[in-house]
């Protein structure tokens, strides 16, 4: 079935580095636009980045441009987003979700991975 | 301090019709369609409706939205136990060159 499912999230000291990745199945991944969406705990849903199928159109939030960085990999059916210089505010669930619909609608969503930024 | 403004609660009861408003401006909601989330606790955010209006396959139509002008609205009819969640507004923004929410609303079934 079509599903996302994140992984490579943990603890982690301030200043220090991580790399999340979403592995797609069940859909022609590279098709489709992509988007990382963190929810800090207790918080709401904060918009992380987003690329396009080809991997050619990049965004980011100005809260992490600069020491994030969201990458796809279609071959492996991988997104990934390597984030460097964490601080504690980075502290959230990290969802990957994809752009199925029209208007920028995320259809797809995975189960989350947590990062903690924590001395 | 959310782009978007929605109101933080809203409550009813069995049955009755809530409606949950989220205010833009020009740059994100008056130039681009509104999609909305129903979350519930522990989970991942559901789609619940995309470009203001429309349900996704599974989406009970008891859900519906709209916009108008820098304003979308998300109601939800024949309120039921299952709805209780946090409900989000979002939609692209212009001005920003990304993606921004409402604060969410925490609808509570009385």
């Known amino acids: 079935q079509v599903q996302l499912v994140e992984s490579g999230g943990g603890l982690v000291k301030p200043g220090g580095s991580l790399r999340l990745s979403c592995a797609a199945s069940g859909f022609t991944f590279s098709d489709y636009y992509m988007r990382w969406i963190r929810q800090a705990p207790g918080k709401g849903l904060e918009w992380v980045s987003y690329?396009?199928?080809?991997?050619?159109?990049?965004y980011y939030a100005d809260s992490v441009k600069g020491r994030f960085t969201i990458s796809r990999d279609n071959a492996k059916n991988s997104l990934y987003l390597q984030m460097n210089s964490l601080r504690a505010e980075d502290t959230a669930v990290y969802y990957c979700?994809?752009?199925?619909?029209?208007?920028?609608?995320?259809?797809?969503w995975g189960q989350g991975t947590m990062v903690t930024v924590s001395s | 301090q959310s782009v978007l403004t929605q109101p933080p609660s809203a409550s009813g009861t069995p049955g009755q019709r809530v409606t949950i408003s989220c205010s833009g401006s020009s740059s994100n909601i008056g130039s681009n369609t509104v999609n909305w989330y129903q979350q519930l606790p522990g989970t991942a955010p559901k789609l619940l409706i995309y470009?203001?209006?429309q349900r996704p396959s599974g989406v009970p139509d008891r859900f519906s939205g709209s916009k108008s002008g820098t304003s979308a609205s998300l109601a939800i009819s024949g309120l039921q136990s299952e709805d209780e969640a946090d409900y989000y507004c979002t939609t692209w923004d212009d001005s920003l060159s990304g993606q921004v929410f409402g604060g969410g609303t925490k609808v509570t079934v009385l």
């Open positions: 690329i396009s199928s080809s991997g050619s159109t990049i």
């Open positions: 979700a994809r752009e199925g619909l029209s208007g920028g609608a995320l259809d797809i």
């Open positions: 470009s203001n209006n």
